[in-house]
């Protein structure tokens, strides 16, 4: 049985204020409180929810086991979704390397979750207690006003600060990205295969894996050993053509 959030709004941060780049400025800092479980937000309200919960899953499982993945479509949660690892370090890591990171054309952003999961919840003997205090918040939130149901109020602009969790690499164009281990691989064709790509890159010394996201085939990930194994193929197969019009694009994997 899936996890369900806590409390939506307990959960996320305020109202975002504003946005810089396409990453929302919320009125609160992120959730710093280490959890095995992450929150993500501002996520493509327009890509179908399987689509979403199973790329969201073949992104997150390289920084460890995914327990569970959970997305709604209602009107609180559209746009957001929960990631549970079995530990906070996966969950820690999972944040900083793929913080702002674009999918669907929407920079994520992460913070550790302020609830417990159920999957969590179930694993540490304490279930029905977290059921019953879970099902109470959950009433108290459904007589709280819909979001967007008051009128925004305009404040003058101000000079924005830079948040402690900034990720210095998000507006970067990819092809200036700082070297990483992992490579990102755009614009493959729809037909390519997982074992295609692996006869492709394992031909460069310390290649270990390709993972890519079954719902998207035009983009994957390849991982070597080091950065400069990585830097090696990457210079190799940049622009790699699978066919007419078929070039490969291949950067460095944002930090």
Do not use: C, W
Request: proline content about 9%; aromatic content about 8%.
């Amino acid at each position: 049985m899936p996890f369900t959030p806590g409390v939506p709004v307990a959960a996320t941060p305020a109202a975002p204020s504003g946005t810089a780049n396409g990453i929302p400025i919320a009125k609160q800092p992120l959730n710093t409180t280490p959890s095995r479980t992450v929150y993500v937000s501002n996520l493509n309200e327009k890509v179908k929810l399987d689509v979403l919960k199973n790329s969201l899953r073949t992104l997150f499982k390289q920084f460890g086991d995914v327990l569970d993945v959970v997305a709604h479509q209602n009107i609180r949660m559209r746009g957001q979704a929960f990631v549970a690892f079995p530990d906070e370090e996966s969950a820690e890591k999972a944040i900083k390397e793929l913080q702002h990171f674009s999918l669907y054309d929407k920079p994520m952003v992460l913070q550790f979750a302020r609830n417990k999961s159920d999957v969590h919840a179930k694993s540490d003997g304490d279930y029905e207690t977290h059921y019953k205090q879970r099902m109470a918040k959950k009433e108290e939130v459904s007589k709280l006003p819909l979001p967007g149901s008051h009128k925004p109020t305009f404040k003058a602009s101000r000079p924005q600060q830079k948040s402690a969790h900034f990720n210095p690499t998000a507006n970067i164009p990819d092809e200036y990205l700082p070297p990483n281990n992992i490579l990102f691989l755009q614009k493959l064709p729809e037909t390519i295969t997982q074992q295609q790509l692996v006869d492709l890159f394992q031909r460069y010394p310390g290649f270990r894996e390709v993972r890519m996201i079954p719902t998207k085939k035009s983009i994957a990930f390849v991982e070597y050993d080091n950065e400069l194994q990585s830097a090696t193929a990457k210079a190799e197969l940049s622009g790699h053509s699978f066919g007419p019009d078929q070039e490969m694009k291949v950067t460095f994997a944002r930090k």
